[in-house]
């Protein structure tokens, strides 16, 4: 079975990559918050996507709302949900499918589902 981007497993080992499941994480100098490490451009683009102002940037500290806005991101950005292009635009925004400094973002979210890190 082909896995894709809505899967479990795969948001549990982007989380893991992005925070080793840390809620209240601050990274990229700050810039990146929360357990998927999201930033405030994010948000803005979810609300865009949404069509109103639903999400505040405090809200990426929270973990549900931080995967509310995954998925958001996903099904605007990733509509069929593709594992390699979901990673890679998680790690490198709209675009980030098409840059090669994600590549290696994917495959670590792979190694940890192929159970190579723990």
């Known amino acids: 079975m082909k896995r894709t981007i809505w899967d479990a497993d ?3 080992a982007i989380i893991k990559v992005e925070s080793s499941y840390r809620t209240g994480i601050h990274g990229d100098n700050g810039r990146a ?6 930033w405030k ?8 996507i949404i ?3 639903k999400y505040k940037y ?7 709302k931080s995967i509310e806005m995954f998925y958001i ?12 292009r979901g990673c890679r635009i998680h790690n490198g925004g709209p675009d980030g499918w098409k840059e090669k ?9 792979c190694k ?4 190579e890190i723990k």
């Open 10 to 12: 795969v948001l549990d």
């Open 33 to 38: 918050v929360g357990a998927l490490q999201i």
């Open 41 to 48: 451009i994010t948000v803005r683009d979810v609300n865009r």
């Open 51 to 53: 069509g109103k102002q």
């Open 58 to 64: 405090e809200d990426r500290l929270s973990r549900v």
């Open 73 to 84: 991101y996903q099904r605007h950005y990733n509509p069929t949900g593709d594992l390699e």
């Open 101 to 109: 400094a994600t590549v290696k973002y994917y495959k670590k979210v």
């Open 112 to 115: 940890i589902l192929a159970g």
